[in-house]
């Protein structure tokens, strides 16, 4: 549909694992790679029809996910981000607005990293 209307943005949500590495995570990071392989591939194949193709990589952010872990692992985990702090949904939510906006119009096949530093 979108190669039909001349145009579109896919935003594919992957992680920072797909590049840092988190311990016990093989499986996990080895998919949120090939996220990242895939929107590159994908970016090139529908370019020419206008279709943009971008991937995120978000940090550690603050969800249920992260409530249901024990309060030590919490400060532990926020340690090893220079932020200091948890991303908050509004966060991801305002990046993906960004990649499908026509502010980004030139943008396709990149990966975004939105993890507080937890990367660098």
Do not use: H
């Not at 940090?59 to 220079?82: F, S």
């Not at 908050?88 to 990046?95: C, L, N």
Request: charged share 20%; net charge positive.
């Amino acid at each position: 549909p979108m190669m039909m209307q001349g145009g579109g943005s896919v935003v594919m949500m992957s992680s920072v694992t797909g590049i840092k590495g988190n311990s016990g995570q093989s499986a996990y990071a080895a998919s949120k790679a090939a996220m990242i392989g895939l929107a590159r591939t994908l970016s090139v194949e529908l370019g020419r029809f206008n279709v943009r193709i971008n991937c995120l990589l978000p940090g550690y952010i603050d969800t249920e996910i992260l409530a249901d872990m024990p309060k030590d692992k919490l400060a532990a985990l926020r340690k090893t981000i220079p932020m200091k702090r948890f991303g908050k949904v509004d966060e991801v939510a305002g990046a993906v607005a960004w990649l499908v906006s026509e502010d980004s119009t030139y943008m396709t096949g990149q990966t975004l990293i939105l993890d507080g530093g937890l990367s660098a």
